[in-house]
């Protein structure tokens, strides 16, 4: 029997047409295009639906509650489809994708994210290749976690960074190998078969919650750090050098210290591209750990602030949110 998977276009440049004005969403613009291309309706493809989102957006304007929307979707039609794809726009995918690996709890289907550099309908597009890929992977190899189909590789979700704004080769997961790769054979790499569902999904809510992030550089002023938790946050996540060094400013690490007081959890992230945060490393680290700086380890900081947002929705004690923070919770770092 053929598998039957649910498409969900939120918008994107995938399902977008050219006017005088460059690339714009039209609606049913997609739908069309898939009917014209045979492809995707061979025998041995899986069936398909296709549901456009009634208010298409530039995932550049995407925020929390289109995560809740997406993941909404999913758990109204979680019993009807053996798999999931969301069709998104490549600027903020990595994101929603790392919130949907917090919010869909106890997943056993397939949930993979895609979309294109090139819109599907024109002459180049990585689109096609991009969603017949990720539709016959949803189909016949079955991962059950959120991933980011892009460019012949499965990635985990939470694992995922834009790293080429205009090359095909747009995402990568530089601290975790592939799901799967997607050549002349389809390999699984470190992804897992699913098995039998026997779970209830559930999801999670998240609601926006005030994070700041902000990104050392050489002479920092200890008032930017002062700024940002003086507006009404409830995280700060800190993009520091190497294996986590910051400065050792003594007003810059009191700021950290009163962060602490105040029960706002700090959450160290490395800006390096590659590699983990290590506070016990260099002097430099350990005053940070010192005054309470939680460690992030190798996340990304897409699956931080993910991370934080399904946290902080929980309002949970700061102690606890401590505790999940620094936690392998859906792979989203290593033990």
Request: proline residues 6%; hydrophobic residues 40%.
């Amino acid at each position: 029997m053929r598998k039957h998977i649910y498409i969900a276009y939120t918008g994107g440049t995938i399902g977008m047409k050219p006017s005088k004005q460059g690339y714009v969403p039209a609606a049913g613009f997609l739908t069309e295009t898939l009917k014209k291309m045979p492809e995707f309706h061979r025998s041995e493809m899986p069936l398909f639906t296709l549901h456009e989102y009634d208010n298409l957006i530039d995932s550049s304007d995407m925020d929390p509650s289109d995560w809740q929307r997406i993941a909404d979707d999913i758990a109204d039609n979680y019993d009807k489809y053996d798999g999931f794809i969301i069709l998104h726009g490549t600027d903020t995918m990595a994101y929603t994708a790392s919130a949907l690996s917090f919010m869909l709890e106890d997943l056993t289907k397939p949930v993979i994210v895609t979309g294109s550099q090139i819109p599907l309908a024109e002459l180049r597009s990585d689109g096609q290749v991009n969603l017949l890929n990720a539709l016959f992977v949803a189909a016949n190899y079955p991962i059950a976690e959120v991933g980011l189909f892009f460019n012949n590789r499965l990635l985990r979700g939470n694992r995922s960074r834009k790293v080429d704004a205009d090359g095909f080769s747009a995402f990568d997961s530089p601290n975790f190998p592939p799901l799967l790769e997607a050549g002349i054979n389809i390999r699984i790499k470190a992804g897992t078969l699913a098995e039998t569902p026997n779970n209830t999904l559930t999801v999670s809510s998240v609601k926006a919650q005030p994070i700041g992030m902000v990104s050392l550089y050489p002479g920092i002023a200890p008032e930017v750090i002062k700024n940002t938790l003086q507006q009404p946050v409830n995280a700060l996540i800190l993009l520091s050098y190497g294996v986590g060094n910051a400065p050792q400013n003594p007003e810059l690490i009191a700021q950290l210290k009163y962060a602490k007081a105040r029960e706002i959890p700090v959450l160290n992230c490395t800006q390096c591209m590659r590699g983990r945060v290590n506070m016990g490393g260099y002097a430099t680290g350990h005053g940070l750990q010192e005054v309470g700086v939680l460690s992030g380890s190798d996340m990304t900081p897409e699956a931080a602030l993910a991370k934080l947002h399904y946290l902080l929705s929980k309002g949970l004690a700061f102690e606890k949110i401590s505790q999940l923070l620094t936690q392998n919770l859906r792979g989203e770092l290593s033990d």
